[in-house]
């Protein structure tokens, strides 16, 4: 493969797997679960982020509003004045609000420097 080549499939690569059109967000949406929730679900639209609320012994995952994620929105829907709340508004981001490395970004990251290493 020459280098041009190999410049314009990296490229095509890239915009293949970061360009898509009418994409759903994806949540883990769970009510008050005391373990570490694995159920998950598109958002519908309107619900570009998702929610996990920590209540004392329990946890609740949801798709939700990023303009009502604020503590008054949360402490009003939930009946709730003692819990933290983590919003974000990537795939599958509510599980923990610890840093995620995206799996998409992990294999392009992997697919890109095996194409390199061949070009090169």
């Not at 797997?17 to 967000?25: I, Q, R, T």
């Not at 998950?40 to 946890?59: M, S, W, Y």
């Not at 998409?104 to 992997?110: E, G, P």
Request: proline share 2%; with cysteine.
């Amino acid at each position: 493969m020459n280098k041009m080549n190999c410049i314009l499939i990296s490229a095509f690569i890239t915009l293949v797997v970061f360009c898509s059109s009418g994409y759903s967000l994806r949540c883990y949406t769970c009510d008050q679960s005391p373990v570490l929730c694995k159920t998950n679900g598109t958002c519908i639209p309107g619900e570009d982020a998702c929610l996990q609320i920590r209540f004392t012994k329990v946890k609740t995952y949801a798709c939700w509003k990023s303009s009502r994620c604020n503590i008054n929105e949360i402490a009003s829907l939930f009946h709730a004045d003692n819990f933290e709340y983590f919003c974000c508004q990537t795939d599958m981001c509510n599980k923990s609000p610890t840093i995620v490395i995206s799996k998409t970004a992990f294999s392009v990251a992997t697919i890109m420097t095996m194409i390199w290493m061949l070009c090169f």
